[in-house]
């Protein structure tokens, strides 16, 4: 028991990594068009620019999601000894709460962006369990 807990701890961790990284060179490859003087910590500065970035732009999240799920459950998968597909999907569902929470604090989002979003998780998690266990 102890080790799938010890097992999710590490896929959320490896998770969340990945989820920076892609991220960040989403942000590399687009950057973020701010005008001057803008804070881009602020909501309703991002509210502002959102629906003006490119679809590119907007891909880059919906991989980072994938990525996260299909690397953080595969990594709790191949930890966990008596678990595996459970750790996997704790991973998987963790990452849906926290795109849901992400869509939330901005509703500026495209709506197939959401529903891509929001599909992405869970399987993702599935495949990473799969492949690594």
């Known amino acids: 028991m102890m080790r799938s807990v010890l097992a999710v701890v590490a896929g ?21 068009p701010l005008p001057e003087g803008l804070d881009p910590k602020d909501p309703a500065t991002i509210a502002a620019v959102l629906p003006n970035m490119p ?8 991989l980072a999601y994938a990525a996260g799920s299909f690397l953080g459950a595969g990594t709790a998968a ?6 595996k597909r459970g ?40 495949l990473g369990w799969r492949v690594f266990r």
């Open 78 to 83: 191949a930890i966990s000894r008596e678990h």
């Open 87 to 126: 750790t996997a999907i704790v991973v998987g569902s963790t990452m849906l709460v926290l795109v849901a929470a992400n869509f939330a604090m901005l509703p500026v989002h495209p709506l197939w962006m959401v529903i891509t979003g929001a599909l992405i998780p869970l399987p993702f998690a599935l």
């Open 12 to 32: 959320l961790g490896v998770m969340v990594v990945m989820v920076a990284l892609v991220e960040f060179i989403g942000h590399a490859v687009f950057p973020f």
């Open 55 to 62: 679809t590119g732009a907007l891909l880059f999240p919906l």
